[in-house]
């Protein structure tokens, strides 16, 4: 089999089998995409078959790629300046790739177990403090007094993203009846399809419920067909995150001061505010999903990063 045909077999497979997120899948595509390019513009070492399935252009036989094609493959990336963070997915991608590749045996032996890709740089998130995450979310408010459908859906969408610290592709999958509004809870389905329930407080119980008797039934009403979502857009279809992207980063880059502002640094910034507030860490690992503790941690260092901040700036022997 060549590797494109390959790759597609093992997309399905991340897809239906291991149920990976569209966005791990939709990126690891992109890299074995790029890998086939790769040695099919470079001719690397004579792996090339001459006739392809498609009558003509050259295909690579997953067989023929070795740890000299995948090292070279990498090389190439880094003389481009790919991001080491990008380095190490795409070293991820290869390693899952011919792992699976072994075991479907299309190959003999795994050419990328000793295959090594820069660490990724771990930076701390960028978060807003709490004294401007309450002014951006009271000015929101205020916005969405008159009534307007779009301003009430936005005011909800930032107390729930940062009130509950749900990701934008949890928050977009909400439906109605995901929501609790008496116990202030949301059920979000999160990556790898886990199910989680997470809690809000009174300010998000507060926007959505506006939002859902006020804005949301005159959102409902240009669509042509009815429509469980939660979050609806402009004509009536459930919201998609490109859209939020666009909101929360029109509201909070100024806040921040950062251009590139994501959904994603609500939810850092919910994080470092729980743990500011004494929150326990497992506590936090499971509200915002994640699979290790590791990754929880990062807050941790935000917040001692801003507490040695704060003394430097205080105290007179610093």
Do not use: N
């Not at 991340?14 to 790029?34: E, K, N």
């Not at 699976?100 to 299309?106: F, K, N, S």
């Not at 009534?147 to 729930?160: C, F, K, T, V, W």
């Not at 992207?245 to 001061?257: D, K, Q, R, S």
């Amino acid at each position: 089999m060549d590797l494109r045909a390959a790759t597609e077999a093992f997309t399905d497979h991340l897809t239906q089998v291991r149920r990976l997120s569209p966005a791990t899948v939709r990126a690891y595509r992109s890299d074995l995409r790029d890998l086939a390019d790769s040695v099919e513009s470079g001719g690397a070492v004579g792996v090339l078959d001459s006739g392809s399935e498609s009558g003509g252009s050259a295909r690579v036989p997953v067989g023929a790629i070795d740890l000299e094609v995948l090292r070279d493959w990498l090389w190439r990336a880094t003389q481009r300046g790919d991001a080491r963070s990008t380095l190490a997915r795409r070293a991820a991608a290869a390693r899952s790739f011919f792992s699976w590749a072994q075991e479907q045996q299309l190959i003999a032996h795994d050419p990328s177990v000793r295959l090594i890709a820069p660490k990724r740089g771990r930076t701390l998130p960028t978060v807003a403090s709490q004294d401007a995450m309450t002014a951006l979310l009271d000015r929101q408010r205020d916005a969405a007094s008159g009534g307007d459908p779009i301003a009430l859906r936005d005011h909800a969408i930032l107390e729930l993203l940062y009130g509950a610290g749900i990701r934008v592709s949890e928050l977009c999958g909400l439906d109605i009846d995901d929501l609790d509004l008496d116990r202030g809870t949301a059920r979000v389905l999160g990556k790898g399809a886990k199910e989680r329930v997470v809690p809000f407080g009174a300010p998000a119980r507060d926007a959505i419920g506006a939002y859902r008797t006020r804005g949301r039934p005159a959102l409902a009403s240009r669509a042509a067909a009815g429509t469980p979502a939660l979050f609806l857009g402009s004509r009536g279809a459930r919201l998609g995150p490109r859209a939020v992207y666009g909101l929360v980063a029109e509201v909070l880059a100024p806040v921040v001061g950062a251009e590139t502002i994501g959904p994603h640094a609500l939810r850092h910034t919910a994080a470092t505010h729980l743990l500011d507030g004494g929150a326990d860490l497992r506590a936090v690992q499971e509200i915002l999903g994640h699979a290790s503790l590791g990754t929880t941690q990062i807050y941790t260092h935000v917040s001692s990063e801003r507490l040695a901040a704060t003394y430097r700036l205080a105290h007179p022997r610093a």
